[in-house]
Each structure stands twice: as C-alpha cells, then as structure tokens.
C-alpha cells in the first residue's frame, strides 16, 4: 500500500501539444443540479477547469442550470425541462454525452425516485468513465450491478454505508481492507473520503494524507469530484485519477486554511487549486 505524493501526481500528469487546441485537453460533462442545488454542479466545473480541464458542461435542470450560468463566464450550461432530473432527459443527455471524454454525475441532483432511476438509467448506457458522487451513489447503491472499471465512486462514510450497509472503521487498516474488498466486488475504483482518504480499484490500494478537518464544509466534496473529472477526461486512468484529485483537493484545503483558519468555504477551496497546480513541476 503507497502513500499519494505530490511527485505521483507530477508523474502522472500529461504533457501538453504546444499544438493542441481547445478540447484536446479533456471535454467533461457534469450531470447535477435541481430546484434546490444549483452550486454543487458549479464547484464540480469550476474545480475541473482550475485542475486543467479544457472544456465543461453542465446539463442540469433549467432552474438550476440558468442560475449556474451566472457563476462564471466559463461555465457552459445545456437546461433540461423541469425541476429534477427524469428518465425523459435520459435519451438527451445520452446523445449530448457523445461529444465529452468523462462524465461527472450526482451533485445536487437530489433523491426522488424518478431521479434516481434516471440516473441509473444514464449509467448503464453510457460508456464514458465516470465519477459517481453525492445522490449518484444513492442511485446507484440500488443497483451496484451496472457499475464498471471506468468508474470511481467518491463516498463519505455515510454514503459508504448506503452503498454497502456498513459503516467504514475508524482503524485505518480495517477501513483499508474494508474499501479494497468493495472496490473488488463492485468492480470500480473507490475514493473512501476522511481524515485519511483510501482509494483502491481492488487490486491496488492507496492513502492520500492531505487535508484538514475544516474540509467537512457544504461543497468539498464537489470539488474532489471536479478535480477526479478534470483527470479522467484527460485520458488518465481512473485509480490514478482518484489519486491524484484526493491529493490535489486536499493540499489545496490545506492551503486555504492557513488563509482562512475554521471560516473556509469550498468556493475558497476552489480558487486555491491554482496555487497547488502551480507548484507541481508540470511541462
């Protein structure tokens, strides 16, 4: 079992064409948002472009997806018809997915049934590699089934609990063991979030020492989905991505809480990942 350094990540951070042009870099799609939500989905863009993603989208319904747009210039935004996310979008977004490299989906989606089901229902037919957080894990702990290797699932200890009906130890050994066997059965990549976060695929199994206790704060846990999107839409790996997007999350929460102590928020979060990209030797 290894210990994620700032080096893993160097390492596996991909070289840039100078050649290149927009969307060559990773397209993400970012499947979140309802009446309630609508700034999970936009922590997820917003920490996918600072980690270096060339292109986001976020389909979201239209209530959501109008106020996301307002965040930042950056965002692009595809309103879906409604209040929540229902099996009528699945066939759209389905078709709108074909042009994207990596999907993120679950944030602020919320729980009803229907939403659920729609998510299930994108989840068994697309074939892109995704990140499954927040009330995709809730879909998708009812039908463990349809996940694949491509995935990386990113619960907090109660979502570990929905997901396998056991709660995580405060032992990092048997928490470690307890992850590695879940990854193996579910067949997907796994970053367990917590004091220590432990990620493993089922065969390989890392502990990405990073972060704060501060970092329990409403949204980190979008930023972490954003930042693994970034990654996966590069093309890279799914257990490295999770890797390398715990790490990079975490150092920045540390970073912002020297700035800001107890009072951070995940929207300062955010804004201090450039800072952690900033001291990685990348070319």
């Known amino acids: 079992m290894k ?24 397209k993400l799609l970012v499947i979140g948002g309802s009446r309630r939500y609508s700034g999970s989905p936009a922590l997820v863009a917003l920490s996918a472009y600072r980690a270096g993603c060339d292109l986001v989208v976020v ?23 409604g209040n929540t996310l229902n099996k009528s979008h699945v066939a759209h977004i389905l078709k709108l997915a074909q042009n994207f490299d990596a999907v993120v989906i679950g944030n602020g989606l919320g729980r009803e049934k229907k939403t659920l089901l729609a998510v299930c229902r994108f989840i068994t037919k697309v074939t892109l590699p995704c990140v499954i957080d927040a009330d995709g894990i809730h879909a998708v702990a009812q039908k463990p089934n349809i996940l694949r290797k491509n995935h990386i699932i990113t619960p907090h200890g109660y979502e570990f609990f929905i997901l396998t009906g ?10 470690t063991s307890q992850v590695k066997k879940t990854a193996k059965n579910l067949g997907s990549t796994i970053i367990l979030k917590g004091k220590a976060d432990v990620i493993s695929n089922g065969t390989n199994t890392a502990i990405n020492n990073t972060g704060n206790p501060y970092m329990t704060k409403g949204g980190t846990g979008d930023i972490l989905a954003g930042v693994c999107g970034a990654f996966l839409s590069m093309g890279i790996k799914p ?8 790490y990079i999350t975490g ?11 107890p009072s951070l928020l995940a929207s300062d979060i955010v804004f201090t990942i450039p800072d952690v990209m900033k001291s990685l030797r990348i070319q």
């Not at 990540?9 to 927009?22: A, L, R």
């Not at 319904?61 to 996301?68: G, H, K, S, V």
């Not at 150092?251 to 102590?261: L, P, T």
């Open 3 to 26: 210990t994620v350094t700032k080096g893993f990540v160097e390492k596996i951070y991909p070289k840039k064409d100078p050649w290149s042009h927009k969307g060559e870099f990773g």
């Open 59 to 81: 389909a979201a319904p239209e209530r959501a997806a109008n106020i996301i747009a307002t965040f930042s210039p950056d965002i692009i935004t595809e309103p879906l018809p």
């Open 166 to 175: 056991k709660k995580p130890s405060k032992n990092l050994k048997e928490r």
């Open 239 to 246: 257990f490295e991505s999770a890797c390398a997007s715990a």
């Open 251 to 261: 150092r920045a929460g540390e970073v912002c809480f020297k700035n800001f102590g």
